[in-house]
Nanobody, 112 residues
């Protein structure tokens, strides 16, 4: 299985970005998808997750109220909509398919 994350970039504080994760190989709808992030010098942190059919989601404390995870099983696509971005959101964002498949990460930089 391969995961390809995209959509990162440079944005000003208060702005928005939408990250995408395309999964190839395996049966996409059989698995939950998670998003994690890692900032320089910090451990990888849980951001959000969505179950196999999209009717249950879970968010890390840093994401609540600002980030929304979604999926389109017909397109093998998971998305992370990020609003009201803060400089502390600067990190490499990774998508994850349990148990151990990771995308390559996409860099999000939020300027103050």
């Amino acid at each position: 299985v391969q995961l390809q994350a995209s959509g990162g970039g440079l944005v000003q504080a208060g702005g928005s970005l939408r990250l995408s994760c395309v999964v190839s190989g395996g049966r996409f709808s059989d698995f939950a998808i998670g998003w994690f992030r890692q900032s320089p010098g910090k451990e990888r942190e849980f951001v959000a997750a969505i179950n196999w059919n999209g009717n249950r989601t879970k968010y890390g404390d840093s994401a609540k109220g600002r980030l929304t995870v979604s999926r389109d099983n017909a397109k093998n696509l998971a998305s992370l909509q990020m609003n009201s971005l803060k400089p502390d959101d600067t990190a490499v964002y990774y998508c994850h398919r349990p148990p151990n498949a990771w995308g390559q990460g996409t860099l999000v930089t939020v300027s103050s």
